[in-house]
């Protein structure tokens, strides 16, 4: 057999495997609880003329909840879930489910050609990848991270004014396309900037001229509406870790400490992008961009999808400092597929032993924090791989 036969065969022995693989997750997809986080409903609220985060705010029943609806998305988000909204349910997030696989793959092919990885190692890549139970997740749940990425990355695989445009649609979801704006800012590309805000410019205004809503009462509703959630139905913002102490201060109010935490983490992003936009290498920048944003601001286990750039940025320079691309990759497999499962087992471990299970829900996201701290700093400052990097053949540096 030579060797072209059996990277064919090989080919298609993991094309079964994933395929295989999958039957369970599409089952899960199609169950009445599948797509839970896929926000179509907000989005035919919207199309209907109604401004489903004041519904929502007020619980005057105008728009429904259906499933997890209610997610605090920016207005553009759901002026694009539009097509979907055309069809019913099932169809609908059938078509969703197909459309995040198109892109996850997208987004591995467009950083592995961008930065000449082998046709073995992308492909190897695509399956490790398409293989973790965490974008498996993701497609089960119906989340919007898969999405996000792929628009975060535009800009670090293609130089043009559309890149940098559509670069904004992650924006929509606020708590990762921050990092992205705040990058462009540090970097001084202020004409960038204003492009990739442009979707979201143009999102609040559609969203008002459609749902008949009040710009200046409408700019600011999807973070109340994030505040509101996190207050009544205990989501995500309950779990910024970063200056999460603030949240004890008894001197300031509820929203006095929210911005506190806001500003601090602000300025922490700040300093660590000035030290990322240094470097000339774009694979560099954005696996540690998506490495500060899964630190900085709240995240469940899903959004660790966002480490897919840092595992092909370690497969990629692997030979650059043996060590410290070793501690990548044993980093991303652990969140890719392994945390979920440890902390099942230290959950039941510990309730055996008659701890307290509650005590390891509060502490083991500051070990997850930790982890990714230490990873971030290590690529940041590691002198010997910031050589490296500087004699690499790509040299690109963002738009």
């Known amino acids: 057999m030579d060797r072209k036969n059996f990277f064919e065969i090989f080919g298609i022995i993991l094309l079964l495997i994933i395929f295989y693989s999958y039957l369970p997750t599409i089952s899960e997809i199609m169950s009445e609880t599948g797509s839970a986080d896929f926000v179509w409903q907000a989005s035919k609220c919207t199309f209907e003329g109604i401004n489903f985060y004041s519904s929502y705010l007020n619980k005057d029943g105008d728009c429904s909840y259906f499933m997890n609806d209610g997610a605090g998305y920016a207005q553009g988000f759901y002026l694009i879930l539009y097509p979907f909204t055309l069809v019913e349910w099932n169809t609908a997030k059938i078509l969703w489910f197909c459309l995040n696989v198109v892109l996850i793959v997208s987004t591995i092919i467009m950083l592995c050609k961008k930065f000449e990885l082998s046709f073995i190692e992308t492909s190897l890549i695509i399956f490790i990848l398409m293989y973790s139970i965490i974008t498996r997740v993701n497609l089960i749940m119906g989340q919007h991270t ?19 445009l559509l670069s904004g649609i992650s924006y929509l979801k606020y708590n990762i396309g921050y990092g992205l704006l705040i990058l462009f800012f540090v970097s001084k590309e202020y004409k960038n900037l204003f492009l990739s805000l442009l979707p979201a410019i143009f999102g609040i205004l559609i969203f008002c001229l459609i749902t008949n809503t009040n ?49 601090f983490t602000l300025i922490f992003n700040i300093f660590i992008v000035n030290k990322i936009s240094k470097n000339n290498n774009n694979l560099f920048k954005l696996s540690s961009l998506c490495l500060l944003v899964l630190i900085s601001t709240p995240h469940w286990g899903h959004d660790y999808i966002l480490l897919t750039p840092l595992f092909i940025y370690s497969i ?12 990548n990759i044993l980093v991303c497999v652990y969140f890719l597929y392994l945390y979920r499962g440890i902390q099942i087992y230290l959950s039941n471990f510990l309730s055996n032993q008659n701890f307290s299970i509650d005590t390891l829900s ?14 971030l700093l290590l690529n940041v400052y590691n002198k010997k791989l910031r050589k490296g990097l500087s004699a690499a053949k790509d040299k690109e540096v963002i738009n």
């Open 362 to 375: 509060i502490l083991y996201p500051y070990l997850d924090i930790f982890i990714l701290m230490i990873t």
């Open 316 to 327: 990629k320079y692997y030979k650059l400092s043996l060590f410290l691309t070793r501690i």
């Open 146 to 164: 898969i999405f996000t990425l792929f628009f975060l990355t535009l800009p670090f695989v293609n130089k043009s004014k559309l890149s940098s």
């Open 215 to 263: 710009i200046i009462d409408n700019i600011f509703q999807p973070i109340e509406l994030t505040i509101f959630n996190a207050k009544y139905h205990g989501s995500t913002l309950n779990n910024i870790f970063l200056f999460s102490f603030f949240k004890d201060f008894a001197l300031f109010n509820e929203y006095i400490n929210y911005l506190l935490i806001g500003l």
